[in-house]
Structures are given as structure tokens and as C-alpha cells.
Nanobody
Framework: QVQLVESGGGLVQAGGSLRLSCAASGRTFSSYSMGWFRQAPGKERSFVAT????????YYADSVKDRSTISRDNAKNTVYLQMNSLKLEDTAVYYC????????????????WGQGTQVTVSS
């Protein structure tokens, strides 16, 4: 089992920045690729970013790729999502997730999920 706890969400003005964190406990964190997804009100959960186990390579959704950085600290069992130049459409609940597979954008491939953290971007 892997337990995931997100933090760092909140209310931020458009153009601002946030860093989300996801702390993992349980099995070996470094053996899991990690992903961030988000779900806006009335919308499906969508992929944001992922980082692989092993080489730590990252992949981003087009909507965030020039504004965001996903990183991981295996010593701290934590994955981060730095988001800059936030837009109103970034408002959503952000979830982190873990998969033993190589990095993937497919939500169904992730076995473990956190409870989510709310990000609200205001004008």
C-alpha cells in the first residue's frame, strides 16, 4: 500500500504561483512513477504532469507544460508540482497518484491516489 497526502493548495490570484506537495508513505517511493491530475467542477479528471521512477523524466499536459515543473525528492518521499502564471482555468482539485509503471498520462494506470488539494485562482 502507498498512502499519498497532498498539500499546498489554496487561493491565489491569476498570474501567481503555487507549489503543491505530495507526501508518500508505505512501499518504496522510488519504485513508483508519480502523477498529478486535476478535476474542475463539472469536468472529468484530467492529466497534468507525471514523473517517472528511475530516470526522473517528466511529461506535461499541453495546458501547463510551459508553466509547470514536476519534481521528486526520493529521500523525502515527496513529489512536487510547481505551477506559475496561474490562470482562472487552473482552478480545480489537484490529486497526486502513484503507479509502478513507467510514467503515463492514463489515470486508470495509477493504483494509489491522494485525497486532493483545492487550488482556486481568482481574477
Amino acid at each position: 500500500q502507498v498512502q499519498l497526502v497532498e498539500s499546498g493548495g489554496g487561493l491565489v490570484q491569476a498570474g501567481g504561483s503555487l507549489r503543491l506537495s505530495c507526501a508518500a508513505s508505505g512501499r518504496t517511493f522510488s519504485s513508483y512513477s508519480m502523477g498529478w491530475f486535476r478535476q474542475a467542477p463539472g469536468k472529468e479528471r484530467s492529466f497534468v504532469a507525471t514523473i517517472s521512477w528511475g530516470d526522473g523524466s517528466a511529461y506535461y499536459a499541453d495546458s501547463v507544460k510551459d508553466r509547470s515543473t514536476i519534481s521528486r525528492d526520493n529521500a523525502k518521499n515527496t513529489v512536487y508540482l510547481q505551477m506559475n502564471s496561474l490562470k482562472l482555468e487552473d482552478t480545480a482539485v489537484y490529486y497526486c497518484a502513484a503507479t509502478p509503471r513507467y510514467r503515463t498520462v492514463v489515470a486508470g494506470a495509477y493504483e494509489y491516489w491522494g485525497q486532493g488539494t483545492q487550488v482556486t485562482v481568482s481574477s
